[in-house]
């Protein structure tokens, strides 16, 4: 399946969007390559977990304590920015409806392109999200997939998400 999209340059230009993205699954799926990509077309903030638990989070192991504090702290840098009235997108694995009720409401892209990821103990803890806004499926561009987030965000424009989505996210 041949997925492309070209985005005209106007578009590119309004591209002011004020919310918080979570981008999650697995390791390996390619969520730091479409965040990367998508980033620069939102005009974002990028959280990378990795960036930040290397850089902030340097205490925190991978116990499942530690990830729900991790996942808290991702939640609150991106409400920062959305608070200062720019988009933020946190990419990490979020494996848990528990880390995903910490992270808080989001605009959430569930990448969904493989079964197992190379970390056994994540695999094991890992639990698919019961809902998101997009599922990534393993087809497609990680550009034609930014460009897709960056439509059905520019045409249902939810300012201040993290507020209007309360509970909502895993059923908690």
């Known amino acids: 399946m041949n997925k492309s999209f070209a985005m005209e340059p106007r578009q590119q230009l309004e ?12 390791p390996g799926t390619g969520k730091t390559t479409l965040a990367l990509t998508l980033a ?3 005009k974002a903030v990028l959280f990378n977990a990795d960036a ?3 850089n902030i989070n340097q205490g925190l192991v991978y116990s ?22 720019h988009a933020a997108i946190a990419d990490f694995v979020c494996p848990t ?30 639990v698919p999200p019961a809902t998101y806004d997009l599922r990534i499926e393993p ?31 895993d059923g908690i």
């Open 64 to 85: 499942l304590e530690d990830r729900i504090e991790h996942a808290r702290r991702m939640g609150w840098l991106c409400d920062r920015v959305v608070e200062a009235g």
């Open 139 to 169: 087809e497609g561009t990680p550009r034609y997939w930014a460009q897709v987030i960056f439509a059905r965000l520019r045409l249902n424009p939810r300012v201040n998400l993290h507020q209007e989505r309360a509970g909502a996210r």
């Open 97 to 126: 409806p528990e880390t995903r009720a910490a992270f808080g409401n989001a605009f959430v892209v569930f990448v969904d392109r493989i079964q197992k990821g190379r970390f056994e103990d994540t695999n094991r803890l890992f």
């Open 52 to 54: 930040v638990r290397a």
């Open 15 to 26: 591209s002011h969007v004020n919310c918080k993205i979570l981008i999650m699954g697995l």
């Open 40 to 42: 620069p077309m939102l």
